[in-house]
């Protein structure tokens, strides 16, 4: 028999146990349920920019080169020393303005010598004309002598055949009308050949006065002169250089004919061409080197399209700032088209890849597709897109007027994306103005 004392010491461990084991399932048992927490979904803040529409000029970015029609090199024509040079690279210069003076001379001894040779053949010519005067004078004494040496010989000859006079009178007689007659035959000639030798002499005048005219005109070819008003762009020479004919001396470009070439892309060039067939205008703006405003007109299309180019160059006339420009400069501009009506405007942030946006509803993002038509500056002078909802995907979205256009962009937005409108932007009074809606 176990004694009572030793029972208890062995059963104790097990109460205690059981003890700690009722304790801890009432605790469980007993215990608060835990608050059910529901799953939130996160909503974007978003601005948003309500849609009317309008009538609006689109525009259409340009990229172009500075050029002009009228950029002359100048060349010596002559072979000489360089003697001075007036001008430098970017010098603005009138029209007849010296640039480069070649040594003149060679060509002013030259155009004496010529000079020389012409007062030779006029003086040639004043004296035939003399001599003409003095042949129609004496050839009338001429004829009295003949006739006087006639009536000697008829007497002589009358005389001799009588036996009255003798052989050498008669001969005598006789050599005196031959040599008279040969006196009067060559006076006459003289004054038939008149004509012939005056136009001879005319014709060498006519010469000498070329050889003046060149030798004047290679004098003046010394001066190289400005052809035009115009900035120089290249100096090519300096004083001590020896010129040959044909070598570049200056180039110079003319500011009122400055002309920038820009490539138009196809799917503009039909409005393009069809408003300059109807004899309109297109006028473009650029700006550089900070506030420098270029004013420009379109004025042709080229008539050459360059090889892997979709597009055609437009010619464009500068109407204002073209002194702040130089030839070769790369000019960045935009192009004015017709009002376009009933279109959208909306910032360039609004939009998703090339033709997507997104209006809220009802807490969602709704994706609708568009087509950019263009792009327009706000009186504010922030670029703005044009846009319309592109008909063959959008059932619900035809007309966006009154719809609220997300202007936040949002990292990987989605059709159906939760978002809260924090703000609405408005377009007023020549500048964006932000309104803030409490939602």
């Not at 529901?38 to 050029?67: A, R």
């Not at 020896?242 to 003319?254: K, L, M, Q």
């Amino acid at each position: 028999m176990i004694p009572a004392a030793h029972r208890n010491k062995i059963i104790l461990p097990f109460v205690v146990l059981a003890a700690c084991s009722t304790i801890v399932l009432l605790l469980v048992a007993f215990k608060p349920s835990p608050p059910v927490k529901t799953k939130s979904v996160y909503e974007y803040g978003v601005s948003v920019i309500d849609l009317t529409k309008g009538d609006y000029h689109p525009l259409i970015p340009l990229y172009g080169v500075v050029e002009s029609p009228m950029n002359a090199n100048l060349t010596a024509a002559i072979s000489s020393d360089v003697d001075s040079v007036l001008v430098k690279e970017g010098d603005m210069v009138e029209q007849g303005q010296l640039l480069v003076q070649l040594d003149p001379v060679d060509f002013e001894l030259n155009l004496s010598d010529r000079e020389a040779d012409l007062s030779d053949i006029i003086a040639q010519i004043n004296t035939e004309k003399l001599q003409f005067e003095n042949n129609k004078t004496a050839i009338k004494n001429e004829k009295v002598l003949l006739d006087l040496a006639n009536e000697q010989l008829k007497r002589s000859t009358k005389l001799y055949k009588k036996n009255l006079g003798s052989e050498s009178d008669f001969e005598q007689a006789k050599s005196a009308v031959e040599r008279q007659q040969l006196s009067y035959n060559s006076r006459k000639l003289a004054i038939d050949m008149f004509e012939l030798r005056l136009d001879q002499l005319k014709a060498k005048k006519t010469r000498a006065e070329a050889a003046v005219q060149r030798a004047i005109r290679d004098l003046e070819r010394a001066s190289i002169l400005a052809p035009f008003s115009g900035r120089i762009a290249s100096v090519y020479v300096s004083a001590g250089d020896r010129v040959n004919p044909g070598a570049r001396a200056v180039s110079i470009y003319s500011l009122d004919q400055l002309e920038v070439r820009a490539d138009i892309n196809s799917t503009e060039l039909p409005i393009v061409r069809s408003v300059l067939e109807r004899g309109d205008q297109l006028g473009a703006v650029g700006l550089f080197e900070g506030n420098d405003r270029v004013e420009l007109v379109l004025d042709r299309l080229s008539g050459v399209t360059e090889r892997g180019r979709a597009g055609v160059a437009g010619l464009f006339k500068i109407t204002g700032g073209a002194e702040h420009l130089t030839l070769g400069r790369f000019l960045e501009f935009e192009l004015t088209l017709p009002v376009v009506s009933g279109v959208y405007s909306i910032p360039m942030q609004a939009i998703y890849g090339r033709d997507r946006i997104y209006i809220a509803e009802d807490g969602v993002m709704n994706l609708v597709y568009i087509d950019k038509l263009g792009q327009h500056r706000h009186k504010g002078g922030e670029l703005m897109a044009l846009i319309m909802p592109k008909p063959d995907k959008n059932n619900e979205h035809d007309d966006l007027t009154g719809k609220k256009v997300v202007v936040t962009q949002i990292p990987n937005a989605i059709q159906g994306l939760p978002v809260n409108i924090i703000n609405t932007v408005e377009m007023a009074n020549d500048k964006t103005q932000v309104k803030l809606t409490m939602q």
